[in-house]
């Protein structure tokens, strides 16, 4: 006598559910236009809007120049020499003296930022140039060190700092 076992197998079928994912990407395709949307066209940050400015994309020891309000606005991620520069020189032998820490936000040391026109006769400087490694005008030849401060030449006050502050650890929002 034979006994003939037969074992049934159950098969399940798996339903991914593949909606779900969709839905997110369609969400997210939604917000970017309208995150665009919010952002202030160029005519109105010419008439003034704040700006941001993500800082992660600065080298160590980089400037660079955004424009605000139609200024030039110098954003220096000072290296370790440079604000050491900046931090040892003494008050006396400054022509307008200001303390590096006033030039920059605490626990900020690396970050300088100044609005670019030369407080002579307004001429842009260029950066990483002059006795100073700050700024030089070669207009007349006034020479700025690296918190923008006003070393040597006719200038007779330092780079101004704009209005800025700190949105996240690195990025500000100028104006
Ligand atoms: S405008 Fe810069 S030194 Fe005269």
């Known amino acids: 006598m034979t006994t003939v076992s037969s074992a049934e197998h159950t098969?399940?079928?798996?339903?991914?559910?593949?909606?779900?994912?969709?839905?997110?990407?369609?969400?997210?395709a939604v917000?970017?236009?309208?995150?665009?949307q919010m952002?202030?066209?160029?005519?109105?940050?010419?008439?003034?809007?704040?700006?941001?400015?993500?800082l992660a994309p600065i080298a160590?020891?980089?400037?660079?120049?955004?424009?605000?309000?139609?200024?030039?606005?110098?954003?220096s991620h000072r290296s370790k020499a440079e604000i050491a520069a900046a931090q040892k020189?003494?008050?006396?032998?400054?022509?307008?003296?200001?303390?590096?820490?006033?030039?920059?936000?605490?626990g900020h040391d690396q970050w300088l930022v100044v609005i670019g026109?030369?407080?002579h006769l307004g001429c842009i400087p260029l950066a990483h140039q002059g006795e100073y490694d700050g700024w030089f005008c070669p207009c007349h030849g006034s020479q700025y060190d690296t918190a923008g401060r006003i070393r040597k030449g006719?200038?007779?006050?330092?780079l101004p700092l704009p209005p800025y502050k700190f949105v996240s650890d690195t990025k500000i929002q100028i104006g």
């Open 154 to 158: 006719p200038a007779p006050k330092n």
């Open 11 to 28: 098969r399940r079928d798996f339903l991914y559910i593949a909606t779900a994912a969709v839905g997110a990407v369609g969400a997210a």
């Open 117 to 119: 026109i030369c407080t």
């Open 39 to 54: 952002n202030p066209d160029a005519s109105t940050i010419a008439a003034g809007a704040p700006i941001e400015v993500d």
């Open 60 to 75: 160590d020891g980089q400037i660079i120049k955004v424009f605000w309000r139609s200024k030039p606005i110098f954003i």
């Open 89 to 106: 020189v003494a008050l006396n032998e400054l022509p307008d003296p200001e303390p590096d820490a006033d030039r920059v936000k605490q």
């Open 31 to 36: 917000l970017v236009p309208l995150v665009a």
